[in-house]
């Protein structure tokens, strides 16, 4: 199969995920900028992007793609500093976010997997680093209200952290059939 991953990444993140659907896949990974070219003889191309405020960076770039070539495949992989589904964070709260960008009525069918990323704020534009601080000041409000969540996720990201994980790849290549 002819494939193509593009991939949207600030801090890195993004990009390995990028990097490790391109080699399953046996193609490149190229910023979305190059969807163009990358993506003109490709059957399947993979979407590789990070949660910014609860929405996927470049999703409508790579939505507008979708729509001018709809004879191909699309899967995307959506990154984000939140955990992995668990008790505390229920996988309906990565559908709800991931449902923001590519909402159920227009990309039900649309294969997509959420994969942890990292945070390192060091890496952040100026932009993002004061959007940050506020964050993490409601976070400590929050905190001081006993909530539990709040203060995994603080403690988290003060300290940052790389959470990338192939293994993560996995249900989507699965749906793709790369894995058999
Ligand atoms: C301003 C800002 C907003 C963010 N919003 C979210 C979010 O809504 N949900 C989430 O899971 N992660 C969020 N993150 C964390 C990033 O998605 C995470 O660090 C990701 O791994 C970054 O990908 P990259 O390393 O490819 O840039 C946010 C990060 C920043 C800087």
């Keep these: 199969m002819d494939a193509a991953v593009v ?3 600030q801090t890195g993140s993004a990009k390995t995920y ?8 046996g193609c490149t990974p190229e910023p979305l900028d190059n969807i163009e070219t990358v993506a003109a003889n490709a059957e399947l191309v993979v979407f590789v992007s990070w949660f910014h405020a609860a ?6 770039r790579f939505q507008a793609y979708m729509a001018e070539h709809p004879e191909k495949r699309y899967a995307v992989v959506a990154v984000g500093a939140t955990p992995m589904p668990c008790d505390l964070w229920p996988a309906s709260e990565h559908e709800e976010a991931f449902r923001r ?17 990292g945070f390192h704020f060091e890496r952040l ?16 409000g929050e905190i001081k209200r006993g909530n539990k969540r709040e203060q995994i996720s603080l403690d988290g990201m003060r300290k940052g952290f790389d959470g990338c994980n192939r293994a993560y790849l996995e249900p989507l290549l699965e749906q793709l059939g790369v894995r058999r």
């Design 55 to 60: 929405s996927l960076k470049g999703a409508k």
């Design 18 to 25: 990028a990097s490790w659907m391109a080699e399953e896949l």
């Design 125 to 140: 534009g100026t932009m993002d680093k004061m959007a940050m601080r506020i964050y993490f000041k409601m976070l400590e």
């Design 7 to 9: 991939y949207c990444s």
């Design 101 to 117: 960008s590519f909402p159920a009525d227009q990309y039900a069918d649309l294969p997509w997997v959420y994969c942890r990323g």
